[in-house]
């Protein structure tokens, strides 16, 4: 089963509000990412955690805060976001974050900030 | 230059024929290349990883040059439900901040 779900589907929040995206993945896997798209853009990476540590922060600004309370859950704490943070939010996992290991996405989080 | 660069297309065929799609990468030390959809406002969907023999899936075969530092990607017989965005996703070791790179997708849709 490689099923990564992601709560909720669809968002729409102010730009002082606070919320939290969900990620879960029960497949064993040891790394978990966030990512970002924007339309007819590929993906592009935000965070990854492996083993539960944060190894990865691809400068990503703080209104964005990761948290990975255990190996299967990952979220991503929204607050005081801007209009252009709007976007679909990618949750995936892998086996390890190593170089040969694919990735599992789930279905995403679409985000509209007003 | 791009890490890793596509033909965004689009590709417009009919059933039945077969189409190829190439990928480029700059960075020789990659070592691990694979091939993913994403159906349009859904998440990308892992298609194939693509080892250096080449490999076969059904309908799709998958080959890479590391020599000129190329993927392709064949579909044969194309179904209706092929229509999708293809993405090339390199894994290079180099540049820290990095894990898997995206080409910005080639579009194919398959016509009736």
């Known amino acids: 089963d490689t099923e990564v779900t992601q709560t909720p589907k669809h968002l729409v929040m102010g730009m002082t509000n606070k919320k939290s995206l969900k990620c879960e993945q029960h497949m064993g896997h040891r790394a978990m990412y966030w990512y970002k798209q924007k339309a007819k853009k590929p993906p592009e990476l935000m965070f990854v955690?492996?083993?539960?540590?944060?190894?990865i922060n691809e400068s990503v600004p703080s209104r964005f805060s990761p948290e990975c309370p255990n190996s299967s859950l990952l979220n991503l704490h929204l607050h005081a976001l801007q209009p252009e943070d709007s976007a679909l939010y990618l949750c995936?996992?892998?086996?390890?974050?190593?170089?040969?290991?694919?990735?599992?996405f789930g279905p995403g989080t679409r985000l509209t900030v007003t | 230059r791009k890490e890793v660069e596509q033909d965004p297309g689009p590709f417009n065929v009919p059933e039945g024929a077969t189409v190829a799609f190439n990928c480029t990468y700059s960075?020789?030390?990659?070592?691990?290349f694979f091939w993913y959809r994403q159906d349009c406002r859904k998440e990308p969907k892992l298609l194939m990883s693509?080892?250096?023999s080449g490999n076969e899936d059904g309908r799709f075969t998958a080959q890479l040059n590391r020599a000129s530092q190329y993927i392709s990607l064949l579909i044969r017989d194309s179904k209706l439900s092929d229509s999708a965005t293809y993405l090339c996703?390199?894994?290079?070791?180099?540049?820290?901040?990095?894990?898997?790179?995206f080409g910005s997708g080639t579009q194919l849709t398959v016509l009736p």
């Open positions: 693509v080892y250096s």
């Open positions: 955690y492996s083993y539960e540590k944060l190894s």
């Open positions: 996703v390199v894994n290079s070791p180099s540049g820290s901040a990095r894990q898997l790179t």
């Open positions: 995936a996992s892998s086996q390890e974050a190593g170089l040969a290991y694919e990735q599992y």
């Open positions: 960075n020789s030390a990659s070592q691990s």
